[in-house]
């Protein structure tokens, strides 16, 4: 309990430090989607991909090809934060699992 | 225009976050289990939840999935048994199974028995490999040793084979083996637990649906019971608008809840078969068979 | 080449219950195919059956139906050992016909 309470403390805060930034340029938004992927290919290591982090990460470059950064680095970091989800969703199954087992 | 995007930032974060906090608040901390598997025991323990959750059913009766999970379904599958939407692919996988390659041998020649009544012995694990054969991999198999190209896992020609090899097998009990092999038991295991793991963005894993709510609906769909789920495959599913192989079920149930599907035929995949198959000994093959 | 009609009647008493399945691919016209392209509609638009020489049974159909489409239906007569006559035309002005025996 204590410690999911802790992970939303994490992660909320991320939300409002976001909302006192500036327009996104481009090396924003490189630094953004290359730290998405590297959790997406973390992810893809567990063999625990989610289908709607690769759909942010799409929808990340598609914004940066016509140029709308602030777009695009808010979807890397939601491609991100996803990613980051599927590695925690993976990791904690490891144990979990068992205690959905028919014994 | 930046105040848009950071409210939908905000939003796109709280998302995230709750998912996580779904994760945390799902996992429980289960006591420990017994780290050797027992199959056996575990497949007794697997019949008896659903025959007790489902008291009025016969054994076989499970084979027919979402079916027999209430009255109006089983008038259903009642009228499609007199004329099952399969009938296309079979007749298809009929003549395709005895064309010869073009190097004149034939699949009766990959498979014991001629390749006919032996469905119920798949998957089996190989010792020599070290690891589980299913039997969409043997045809495939059996094609590229006589220099033919493989067909896709999913669908058309690899479901009318396994169409045609699951009709010759009608009625016989699946009879998988576990041999002594230490490697046998780890992929049973890596199986089961691909079974209970929750994954995709949903955190559904298999047993979410099949275990925990068999009977329920999903959306618009009556879910099937675990028991006897690959019983009938390969299936022409309604849905789909045509046939689909085991490969196909677990890829398309792997991104329905959000999770990238593996190739057909990974290591997880052939496991899970592996597991799916053995704790459904003893109940009929009635493939192909016809879902919603 | 193998007709894409099955067809089972059954007469009992006074009326014959007439099952049939047709292979045909009933496409819509509003489906696209891998590429992104219109996949052409191509669907039956009349399904007969005739018993002694009257229609018992038509079928106005369109691009609403599925694929392999399954009918069934009873109709006042019909004898054992008669013949049903069942065909088919689609917008392409593709046909088939098959004639079955009453059991």
Redesign the interface.
């Given at each position: 309990?204590l410690?999911?309470i802790r992970?939303?403390a994490l992660?909320?805060p991320?939300?409002?430090a976001?909302?006192v930034?500036?327009?996104g340029s481009e090396a924003d938004f490189k630094a953004a989607y290359a730290a998405a992927e590297a959790a997406n290919k973390e992810a893809?290591a567990l063999?625990?991909?989610?289908?709607?982090?690769?759909a942010a990460m799409a929808a990340a470059k598609k914004a940066a090809d016509t140029g709308d950064f602030?777009?695009a680095i808010?979807s890397s970091?939601?491609a991100e934060?996803?990613a980051?989800?599927?590695i925690?969703?993976?990791t904690?199954?490891k144990?979990?699992?068992?205690?959905?087992?028919?014994? | 225009m930046s105040g848009e995007v950071n409210v939908r930032s905000a939003i796109h974060f709280a998302s995230a976050a709750l998912a996580l906090a779904v994760l945390a608040f799902g996992a429980i901390q289960p006591a420990v289990a017994a780290d050797t598997p027992d199959p056996a025991a575990d497949a007794k323990a697997f019949r008896n939840y659903f025959t007790q959750k489902f008291p009025k059913l016969k054994l076989e009766d499970f084979v027919n999935g979402p079916y027999s999970m209430n009255e109006d379904m089983h008038r259903q599958w009642e009228e499609k048994e007199q004329f099952p939407p399969y009938d296309f692919s079979l007749d298809m996988g009929k003549e395709m199974f005895s064309k010869p390659f073009k190097n004149g041998k034939s699949y009766a020649d990959c498979f014991p028995n001629k390749g006919i009544g032996i469905r119920q012995n798949y998957p089996y694990f190989d010792e020599k490999e070290g690891k589980v054969i299913t039997l969409e991999l043997a045809l495939n198999r059996c094609r590229e040793a006589n220099g033919e190209p493989p067909f896709s896992y999913v669908k058309d020609e690899m479901a009318a084979l396994t169409a045609y090899m699951a009709f010759t097998s009608r009625g016989k009990p699946f009879d998988i083996k576990i041999p002594g092999d230490p490697r046998a038991l780890e992929a049973y295991q890596n199986g089961k637990r691909y079974f209970y793991t929750r994954r995709g963005q949903l955190n559904f894993s298999c047993a979410t649906c099949h275990v925990q709510s068999p009977g329920e609906r999903i959306r618009a769909e009556v879910l099937a019971p675990a028991l006897g789920i690959l019983n009938a495959m390969p299936i022409y599913r309604s849905e789909w608008g045509g046939m689909g192989t085991i490969s196909r079920r677990f890829t398309t149930c792997n991104s329905q809840i959000r999770g990238v599907p593996l190739n057909p035929q990974d290591d997880e995949y052939r496991d899970l078969e592996y597991y799916l198959s053995y704790v459904s000994n003893g109940l009929p093959i009635s493939g192909p068979g016809a879902r919603p | 080449m193998a007709s894409t009609i099955r067809v089972r009647a059954i007469a009992s008493g006074e009326t014959t219950e007439v099952q049939a399945l047709i292979q045909h691919p009933m496409d819509s016209g509003f489906v696209k195919d891998a590429k992104g392209e219109i996949i052409p509609p191509h669907f039956i638009q009349e399904l007969t059956f005739e018993y002694d020489g009257k229609s018992v049974f038509v079928a106005d159909w369109g691009p609403a139906v599925s694929k392999d489409p399954y009918v069934k239906f009873s109709f006042k007569g019909g004898k054992k050992g008669d013949d049903l006559k069942i065909s088919w035309v689609d917008n392409k002005g593709g046909t088939d016909t098959t004639t079955a025996k009453i059991q």
């Open positions: 309990m410690k999911s992970l939303l992660v909320l991320i939300a409002g976001t909302s930034l500036a327009a893809a063999r625990n991909q989610w289908t709607t982090t690769a602030d777009e808010a970091k939601e934060a996803l980051k989800a599927s925690f969703q993976a904690s199954e144990e979990a699992w068992k205690a959905l087992e028919i014994r | - | -």
